[in-house]
């Protein structure tokens, strides 16, 4: 029998995603919203079973907020967190908050689908090894650990960058030519290396695995990308050897890449 969930995230197409990949799978999403901040509201209002939160900052001071507030005032939901890893005390807030279950943020579609599934019969929704990761890092922290959304950023030219953005906002290539004012096929090309770099075979997965490390954060808003914006990186920065997760997002939505 499907879950009655709703799925929530600061951005807006990766909530839409997930949602899509959901629903083909048999459950019922009785939405899917953006911003996190407003998750209570809708639970409190539409009353699902489970509510799928993602954030791609769970170490934040008030980022769960919003799960305590669900605990006490609609205790039937479970929440489910979404959230990158490593972020050890991210998944300790998170059950601290009241959250049923963690799940990292590329996990493959039938991992969400079993979290829910638990979190919904009062399981605990987390994977063993998630949480032993979690404890051995406490335990031992590792002195300034790569942060995974700056090191795709890197791989990435600040033209790839905003072109990463503007797929993130739902742009297509014409719209994404015009606000660059650049021609549709050099547009085209960018779009391809985005993928390429990242190691994603969709647009759709790259705006989604952007979103889950943060990566969107780290980037200025379209047109503001350059100069200062970019200084950190060099010139030569955004070609660093390297390879994107080949993976992907894990969400089972790849496709090619559309022109």
């Known amino acids: 029998m499907g879950v009655r969930l709703m799925v929530v995230d600061d951005h807006r197409l990766h909530a839409e995603a997930l949602a899509s990949a959901l629903k083909l799978r048999g459950h019922r999403v009785l939405a ?41 005032e609609r205790p039937q939901t479970a929440v489910v967190v979404l959230g990158p890893v490593p972020s050890p005390r ?18 493959r579609i039938e991992g969400v689908e079993r979290a829910l599934v638990k979190a919904r019969a009062g399981e ?14 406490l335990l ?28 993130a906002e739902g742009e297509d290539t014409r719209g994404i030519a015009a606000g660059m004012a650049i021609a549709p096929s050099t547009a085209r090309t960018h779009v391809q290396r985005v993928l ?3 190691g994603v075979g969709s647009r759709l997965e790259a705006a ?19 100069g200062a914006g970019f200084g950190a990186f060099g010139a030569g920065a ?5 390879a ?16």
Request: glycine share 14%; net charge neutral.
């Open 238 to 242: 955004g070609l660093r050897p390297g």
């Open 140 to 167: 031992h922290p590792v002195a300034q650990p790569d942060d995974e959304g700056q090191r795709l950023l890197r791989l990435l030219t600040p033209r790839e960058a905003e072109v990463l953005v503007r797929v």
């Open 196 to 198: 390429m770099k990242l």
């Open 32 to 72: 899917a919203a953006a911003p996190v901040s407003g998750v209570a509201d809708l639970v409190v209002s539409r009353a699902p079973e489970v509510c799928l939160l993602g954030t791609s900052s769970p170490a934040e001071p008030g980022v769960f907020d919003p799960v305590v507030r669900i605990r006490r």
């Open 90 to 107: 991210g998944i300790a807030a998170a059950f601290a908050a009241g959250a049923a279950g963690y799940v990292r943020h590329d996990e």
């Open 124 to 137: 605990a929704a987390v994977a063993p090894q998630l949480l032993q990761g979690a404890f051995a890092e």
């Open 208 to 226: 989604a695995l952007a979103a889950r490390t943060g990566l969107l954060d780290r980037v200025p808003a379209p047109g503001a990308a350059t």
């Open 244 to 259: 994107g997760p080949g993976g992907g997002t894990g969400l089972g939505l790849g496709g090619a890449a559309r022109g």
